[in-house]
Every structure is written in structure tokens, then in C-alpha cells.
Nanobody
Framework: QVQLAESGGDLVQAGGSLRLSCAAS????????MGWYRQAPGKQRELVAT???????NYADSVKGRFTIYRGNAKNTVYLQMNSLKPEDTAVYYC???????????????WGQGTQVTVSS
């Protein structure tokens, strides 16, 4: 069993900052990457930022220069620092990870339940 738990979502004014956290727990042998996605009302889920293990970060054009994704000192954590927030950043933010469980032979995609970020104008 593997779980991803997000936290840090909140209501914030435009121009403000938030930091989202995600921790993966359970029967984890290895993680090949972690990332953040978001889904606004009436829209499809979209990539925000990804960080492959040992690889380069990747950001959506809409957040470049404002958001930073980074792994924590604890092995199975990832953060999203969001600065200069805009009303269009309002969405439910989901953590994603590619995880190899003990006893498994392949990496599977796992998702958290999401954390709400609301940016008021």
C-alpha cells in the first residue's frame, strides 16, 4: 500500500505565496520522479512541475519563474514553492509520483487526494 499526502493549500491574495508539501509513504522501494499537477473547475488536469529523480525540473510555461519544485531532505517528499500567485492559479493541486513497490517489477503512478489553492484578486 502506498499513499501520497498533500498539504499547504489555502486562500491567499494575489501576489502572495504558498508552499505545498507532499509525502509518500508505504511499501516504497524506489521513486523515479515526483511532480505537481492542478485542475481548475471545468478544466482538465494539467502539469505544473515535475522533478525526475536525478533529472531536470520541468515547468508549465504559465508558472515558470514563479513556482519552484524541489525534493525534501526526507527521501519521499516533494515541495512546490509558489510565489507571485495569480487568480488563474486557483485550482486543486495534486501530487504525483512514479513508485516501485517492494515485490513489484514496475513503476506505477500514484496520486494524492489534492489540496485546494484559491487566489483572490
Amino acid at each position: 500500500q502506498v499513499q501520497l499526502a498533500e498539504s499547504g493549500g489555502d486562500l491567499v491574495q494575489a501576489g502572495g505565496s504558498l508552499r505545498l508539501s507532499c509525502a509518500a509513504s508505504g511499501s516504497i522501494f524506489s521513486i523515479n520522479g515526483m511532480g505537481w499537477y492542478r485542475q481548475a473547475p471545468g478544466k482538465q488536469r494539467e502539469l505544473v512541475a515535475t522533478l525526475p529523480t536525478g533529472g531536470r525540473t520541468n515547468y508549465a510555461d504559465s508558472v515558470k519563474g514563479r513556482f519552484t519544485i524541489y525534493r525534501g531532505n526526507a527521501k519521499n517528499t516533494v515541495y512546490l514553492q509558489m510565489n507571485s500567485l495569480k487568480p488563474e492559479d486557483t485550482a486543486v493541486y495534486y501530487c504525483n509520483a512514479g513508485i516501485l513497490r517492494y515485490g513489484s517489477s514496475r513503476y506505477d503512478d500514484y496520486w494524492g487526494q489534492g489540496t485546494q489553492v484559491t487566489v483572490s484578486s
